[in-house]
């Protein structure tokens, strides 16, 4: 007989010290307890062990939330950390949000984003439902603002393509993803921006 195990308690099992599973309570009612398909389980294991590595004994972390909400991953947490933990933390977090983009969530194939009866999904060629949702003429595809790190350090944000293949993000420029329909560049787009 085969013995089902559900990948979300063992997440949360592998890793204590990030979701905080209260003793003689079923994990299931951990804050933390993923509301996701299954397919998004192996980008989940890799951002929870980038996590733990990133932090230091002094270190304070909480997972509050994993869920899927029109097809993005959100990954919710609190902590108290250093400066060089929290960065490496952000990193983690905005590399599991951006490979869930691409990654379907019912078998972790490389997936692509599809709308079903007004339902965004993400869902690979097998899984997919609806119709693939075209990009937007003079927008990039997979191209997330994601706050940058220097030298172990917040510093700003900056507009990153994701590369499924590397686990990484590439730098692009800013003005070609804050342009209107008549391809005027919108001057509060860049309110806080830090490029270079």
């Known amino acids: 007989m085969r013995v089902v195990?559900?990948?979300r308690l063992d997440l949360i099992r592998a890793h204590p010290n990030?979701?905080?599973?209260?003793?003689?309570?079923?994990?299931?009612?951990?804050?933390?307890y993923p509301k996701?398909?299954?397919?998004?389980?192996?980008?989940?294991?890799?951002?929870?062990?980038?996590?733990g590595a990133a932090l230091e004994k002094s270190d304070t972390f909480n997972v509050l939330?994993?869920?899927e909400k029109l097809a993005k991953l959100h990954f919710c947490w609190r902590g108290n950390l250093s400066?060089?933990?929290?960065?490496?933390?952000?990193?983690?977090?905005?590399?599991?949000?951006?490979r869930a983009q691409v990654t379907c969530e019912e078998c972790g194939e490389e997936g692509r984003l599809y709308c079903s009866a007004g339902v965004p999904l993400t869902r690979c060629v097998v899984h997919?439902?609806?119709?693939?949702?075209?990009?937007t003429p003079g927008r990039e595809e997979n191209v997330h603002i994601v706050r940058r790190v220097v030298a172990g350090k917040l510093r700003g944000i900056c507009c990153r393509r994701y590369n499924r293949e590397t686990d990484t993000f590439v730098d692009v420029p800013p003005y070609a993803h804050w342009v209107d329909l008549h391809g005027?560049?919108?001057?509060?787009?860049?309110?806080?921006?830090?490029?270079?």
Do not use: M
Not at 128 to 135: K, N
């Open 65 to 67: 939330y994993i869920g």
């Open 5 to 7: 195990t559900d990948w």
């Open 128 to 135: 997919a439902r609806g119709q693939p949702v075209q990009v």
């Open 83 to 98: 400066a060089e933990a929290e960065a490496k933390i952000a990193d983690a977090v905005a590399r599991a949000e951006a």
């Open 184 to 196: 005027e560049i919108l001057p509060s787009s860049f309110e806080g921006y830090e490029y270079g």
């Open 36 to 51: 996701c398909g299954d397919g998004w389980c192996e980008l989940l294991n890799s951002a929870c062990a980038r996590i």
């Open 18 to 32: 990030l979701f905080h599973p209260a003793r003689r309570a079923p994990e299931t009612a951990c804050g933390g």
